[in-house]
């Protein structure tokens, strides 16, 4: 009786001790089962994150960059992501990406990955301050150019208009008469002006030259340096002479900058972000943020209103900007500059003014119009590039602007062009084929 007793207690001891075991055992494997399951969500939380990254990639560069983010957007099976987009500057974005599954309301796992993504932007090299085609450059009634001038037609002057850089007047018919050049002036033909730099072409003629002169023929002038030339007459020279001298070999005119196929590259970018039918106005209070957008019909800012712009325009009627209007960029751009283009013409007057985001940030007006009134520019507008290849540029009433690149410029009334040299290398945010894409090193995740 003894024994069997102890066997009954060892028997007891034995399942007390296997049940402790067990349940230990049952609890560790609830416990990793648990674990997996939570590792296995958040591995699948972490994918719909980077999903959410892709998405949103591909949605930038689909809407040309107006893609502003999602939430609750569910992928299969597994979760739901959202997607959240902050400006860094006009070409670069940081977009926030957050997974959750099963869902937002109880997840088992939930990750978030940032990533900062970029435009390719394009540089346009505006590198005089005027440039103007075989229409040429007429300036009257003390009109002035702060920086260099290339024509590829004449530079004729009047009533003081001066020219504080070189100008330059392309080819054998290329003339520069009736200017004050503080630079170098170099022409086939320069007439009657007063030149503060060298003067160099075929013929120079009535002319006041502070430096040296290199032509093949001088007459009725002063020079203050050396004088290079074959035949003089009624010349009087303050340093060396030089003859015989074959005469500078004419200017070659540049291209302009732009070129056709970059124009429709921007015109692609802005359609892609949505179209306008019908003309689009706005006046007295009215505020809007637009772009990119493509405008079927005219743009018209009057009596105040204001224009910030956040993407690229194409207005393929006229665009107008009179009474205290304003276009401006979105704080955004940084240093970048942005791009409005007409098919049809471009005025502004009584005070429209134009806004950049920060120093060296521009807006270019662009217009294919072949008009005689391409442009008309009728009072200050200081961060402005005006563009018109084809037509004729006009300045007046005391305006003011940045640079000019036109087929033929006339300016009046004490119009100034003041160049700045970060026109050499401006970059603007709609490249040709450009891209949004992760810029390498910046994905991390958050949590």
């Not at 609890?27 to 994150?49: D, H, M, P, W, Y």
């Not at 003081?160 to 050049?181: F, K, L």
């Not at 961060?383 to 540029?393: I, N, R």
């Amino acid at each position: 009786m003894k024994q069997s007793g102890q066997v009954l207690i060892i028997s007891i001891i034995f399942m007390v001790v296997v049940l402790t075991l067990t349940g230990a055992l049952l609890g560790f494997v609830g416990q990793n089962v648990i674990a997996t399951r939570k590792a296995v969500a958040s591995e699948q939380a972490i994918q719909l994150a980077d999903a959410g990254i892709d998405k949103a990639i591909w949605q930038l560069n689909e809407t040309a960059g107006a893609y502003t983010g999602e939430s609750g957007t569910v992928l299969g099976v597994t979760g739901v992501f959202d997607v959240a987009i902050a400006n860094i500057s006009g070409s670069v974005k940081e977009i926030t990406a957050t997974g959750y599954v099963p869902d937002k309301t109880n997840p088992r796992g939930t990750r978030q990955v940032k990533a900062r993504v970029s435009i390719d932007t394009t540089t346009v090299s505006f590198a005089y301050a005027v440039q103007v085609g075989p229409g040429g450059l007429s300036m009257a009634n003390i009109s002035r150019i702060n920086g260099n001038v290339f024509s590829s037609g004449t530079i004729d002057g009047a009533n003081s208009a001066r020219i504080s850089g070189d100008a330059y007047s392309a080819g054998a018919s290329g003339r520069i008469q009736d200017m004050q050049i503080d630079g170098t002036a170099w022409a086939h033909t320069i007439q009657n002006n007063t030149i503060g730099g060298n003067a160099k072409g075929y013929t120079l003629t009535s002319t006041t030259v502070g430096g040296s002169v290199y032509e093949y023929s001088i007459s009725s002038c002063t020079v203050g340096g050396n004088a290079s030339y074959t035949t003089k007459s009624s010349c009087t020279i303050g340093g060396n002479l030089y003859t015989p001298y074959a005469g500078e070999s004419d200017p070659v005119a540049p291209a302009f900058p732009i070129t056709d196929q970059q124009i429709t590259d921007w015109k692609n970018v802005a359609e892609a972000g949505g179209i306008i039918s019908g003309n689009y106005n706005m006046s007295g209070d009215d505020a809007a943020t637009l772009g990119p957008k493509k405008i079927v019909g005219n743009l018209t800012l009057s009596n105040s209103a204001q224009l910030t712009l956040s993407g690229p325009l194409w207005v393929t009627g006229n665009i107008s900007l009179v009474n205290t209007t304003k276009i401006k960029l979105d704080s955004s751009y940084g240093g970048n500059s942005e791009v409005i283009i007409a098919d049809g013409t471009f005025s502004t007057a009584n005070s429209a003014a134009f806004e950049g985001a920060s120093g060296g940030s521009y807006i270019m007006m662009l217009t294919t119009s072949n008009s005689l009134n391409a442009i008309n520019i009728a009072n200050s507008a200081a961060s402005l590039v005006a563009y018109a290849p084809y037509g004729t540029a006009t300045m007046s009433n005391t305006a003011r602007l940045k640079e000019i690149t036109a087929n033929k410029l006339n300016m009046a009334n004490s119009a100034t062009l003041d160049y700045e040299t970060g026109l050499a290398d401006i970059n603007f945010t709609s490249g040709p084929g450009g891209s949004w894409a992760i810029v390498r090193g910046t994905w991390r995740e958050v949590k």
